[in-house]
């Protein structure tokens, strides 16, 4: 909406001090900082539910520096944490919000603490996701909620945004713990984790209890904290505009009903509505090609609102072009990718492209492998999208495949759909695929040889933390083991995304910029609506949701005048 200038009397259908555009973890954060400082909040969320993007992710929380990994006994300071900003992100992004994120990170998890119902543990050996970096640590600094019993939001359970996977109410494992189930063939480790969620799932359908952990834990928990700071909270009711006067942002024009209405905001609007994953347009206008919204899993309400209404009032966009990459499958289901992280890590696969050729470390950072899949497609001249994820008996026999457990038969959907694909011999997968079966054999070859020594010397995969971490330890080389054993599977893959990471310029105090670099006074933005503090990097698990949250509270703190 223009600028309405001086004594235009809009009329207004509601007014608040704190106006929070999406009901996400960076929203829901700024809402409870907003509201324990004493300031009139509202969160306004266009989709049914909230919990945002957040809910349907692993929930992981990456704040360098927290007090809960100095309880753990990890050396980490403020000075570390720069260190490893800066040889991850470098000067992508401006120094001074680095700063900001490492300087307010510790005191958003302590205000979670000590203010809201909101409780984390550190995922001890959650490696960084560049260890070996200056100011890395194969330790890690991620965060996870504390198993949270959904069924405290009472009523409101039904505006909360349910599990990308039905059924994973009862289990009550962490996203860290799942890794070890995943191999449990060889480990009593994940035997014993197994039979704990075995346990759980039983126990926890008897009582009754939904036990929230990962995405649902994160939010879920802030979501209970809302309901308990007595927020109130309106879903359906989506950002149309942002109302300026005089040059000040002073409120939004919101969708709700069928209606157009105007919500004051006294001290300002924080968006927080996430990025444009679903906006196919703007994904065909910004990101690489090919990309497609079907391959990400990102809430469907992610459709670039909150950065086209502070386009269209002159706020600088930056990273565009980028996204939370991962490689994704569509096994599980046709509206949720699988996001493929430990089928890639694990020992007997390997991934080809189109001319059966291996050309990545398949166990790197999830966004390492979009960004060489995109840099292959796009300029060597060979087709990557998609690409083909090799396994072998042994691996089937031995690892989960998505939810599919060890030696259980793959669900017949996954091959009528072509994304999965068998055949008993290495030359007959090539074909079925259409891959050169000659091409196909060699790289195997080639592989194999590299796996039986335990060293990776075309693309070093195993020679990090970050990659042992999804490994089998039963290995030598954690992440290699030959393939040998008939019949032979294929896993297309496409490359995905968790969320777009470009979007509105802000500075140190999450406020947002215009073109000229000049504060836009009354609005503010977190989370992947922003331009991501952390650039074009992925420094480690939760970096996504652990800087949403930050300049969420940032934010909240600058508007009500604490900072």
């Not at 009711?237 to 969708?255: D, I, K, P, Q, Y």
């Not at 046709?334 to 493929?340: D, K, L, R, W, Y």
């Amino acid at each position: 909406m223009a600028d309405n200038g001086a004594g235009a009397g809009i009329r207004w259908d509601k007014e608040v001090d704190w106006l929070v555009v999406g009901g996400g973890g960076a929203g829901m954060v700024s809402a409870l900082t907003a509201k324990h400082l004493g300031l009139d909040t509202l969160v306004i969320e266009k989709s049914p539910y909230m919990g945002g993007s957040t809910a349907r992710s692993g929930g992981v929380v990456w704040i360098p520096n927290n007090y809960l990994v100095h309880e753990g006994g990890l050396p980490d300071s403020e000075e570390r944490a720069r260190t490893y900003m800066a040889s991850t992100v470098g000067n992508r992004v401006p120094s001074e919000v680095q700063e900001s994120f490492v300087k307010y990170g510790p005191q958003m998890i302590e205000f979670l603490r000590d203010h809201t119902e909101t409780r984390f543990i550190w995922s001890k050996g959650y490696s960084d996701y560049y260890p070996e970096a200056p100011g890395g640590f194969s330790e890690g600094r991620a965060l996870e909620a504390v198993p949270f019993n959904g069924t405290l939001l009472g009523a409101n359970q039904k505006y909360f945004r349910p599990p990308v996977l039905s059924g994973t109410h009862y289990a009550g494992l962490l996203l860290f713990e799942l890794f070890s189930v995943a191999r449990m063939r060889h480990h009593w480790d994940g035997k014993r984790k197994f039979m704990k969620a075995a346990f759980n799932t039983i126990a926890n359908r008897l009582l009754g209890k939904k036990v929230m952990t990962a995405g649902q834990g994160t939010a879920g928990r802030l979501f209970y904290s809302i309901l308990r700071a007595n927020i109130p909270f309106e879903v359906n009711t989506g950002l149309t505009s942002v109302v300026m006067e005089n040059g000040r942002v002073v409120g939004a024009e919101v969708s709700k009903g069928g209606k157009t209405l105007r919500y004051k905001a006294r001290r300002g609007v924080a968006l927080t509505a996430g990025g444009f994953a679903h906006n196919q347009e703007m994904r065909d206008r910004y990101l690489p090609h090919p990309t497609s919204s079907k391959w990400s899993l990102a809430a469907e309400s992610d459709t670039g609102d909150a950065i086209r209404a502070g386009e269209s009032i002159g706020a600088r966009l930056d990273l565009m072009d980028d996204a939370w990459w991962g490689p994704v499958s569509h096994v599980n289901a046709n509206e949720n990718p699988h996001f493929c992280v430990l089928e890639r890590s694990l020992p007997g696969s390997m991934i080809v492209n189109s001319s059966g050729d291996r050309f990545v470390n398949e166990a790197a950072p999830y966004c390492d492998v979009v960004t060489r899949i995109y840099e292959m497609h796009n300029g060597a001249g060979t087709s990557c999208v998609p690409v083909w994820l090799i396994l072998d008996k042994a691996y089937k026999d031995y690892y989960m495949i998505a939810s599919n457990m060890p030696r259980q038969p793959l669900p017949k959907r996954w091959s009528e759909s072509g994304d999965v694909v068998s055949a008993p011999s290495l030359a007959e997968l090539a074909e079925k695929i259409g891959v050169p079966a000659d091409r196909l054999v060699k790289s195997m070859e080639r592989f194999n040889k590299l796996a039986e020594t335990g060293v990776d010397e075309d693309y070093h995969r195993g020679d990090s933390a970050h990659d042992r971490m999804y490994g089998d330890p039963f290995f030598k080389n954690p992440n290699l083991a030959p393939l040998t054993k008939a019949p032979f599977f294929a896993i297309r893959l496409y490359p995905g995304d968790i969320g777009t990471r470009g979007g509105l310029v802000i500075n140190k105090f999450g406020q947002v910029v215009s073109q000229s670099g000049e504060v836009i006074e009354g609005l503010w933005a977190a989370g992947n609506s922003t331009a991501s503090v952390m650039g074009n990097s992925y420094p480690g698990p939760g970096a996504t949701i652990g800087p949403a949250m930050t300049f969420g509270y940032i934010a909240a703190m600058k508007g009500a005048g604490h900072i």
